[in-house]
């Protein structure tokens, strides 16, 4: 069993930074690409960057390109989500995801990760 445990988040100001962090056990985390989602309330939860087994790959959602940074630390164990010039529509629960299977066509839709983390709540105010 692969568990993920998100941490990080919290409350900032507008134009401020937050750095999340996701510990991954249970499995060779080397072998996975790792994503993280987010949620807003009243909202589906969705993609906002991916990063390749190697970290020699990654991919940003639009709404985040420029702004959030993926990386991720195969030595440690842990993924990390670099996030600048915070915006009040940022303002979600960021989950943490790994992809055991590779990266897909289908890579920004939850359906193809297979471990979730329990979410850490980022909130920026105006």
């Known amino acids: 069993q692969v568990q993920l445990v998100e941490s990080g988040g919290g409350l900032v100001q507008a134009g401020g930074s937050l750095r999340l962090s996701c510990a991954v056990s249970?499995?060779?985390?080397?072998?996975?690409?790792m994503g993280w989602f987010r949620q807003a309330p009243g909202k589906e939860r969705e993609f906002v960057a991916r990063?390749?087994?190697?970290?020699?790959?990654?991919y940003s959602a639009d709404s985040v390109k420029g702004r959030f940074t993926i990386s991720r630390d195969n030595a440690k164990n842990t993924v990390y989500l670099q996030m600048n010039i915070l915006k009040p529509e940022d303002t979600a629960v960021y989950y943490c995801?790994?992809?055991?299977?590779?990266?897909?066509?289908?890579?920004?839709?939850?359906?193809?990760?297979?471990?979730w983390g329990q979410g850490t709540q980022v909130t920026v105010s105006s």
């Open positions: 995801a790994a992809d055991r299977t590779g990266w897909g066509l289908n890579f920004r839709m939850r359906t193809e990760y297979d471990y």
């Open positions: 249970g499995r060779t985390f080397s072998s996975l690409d």
């Open positions: 990063i390749s087994w190697s970290g020699a790959s990654s």
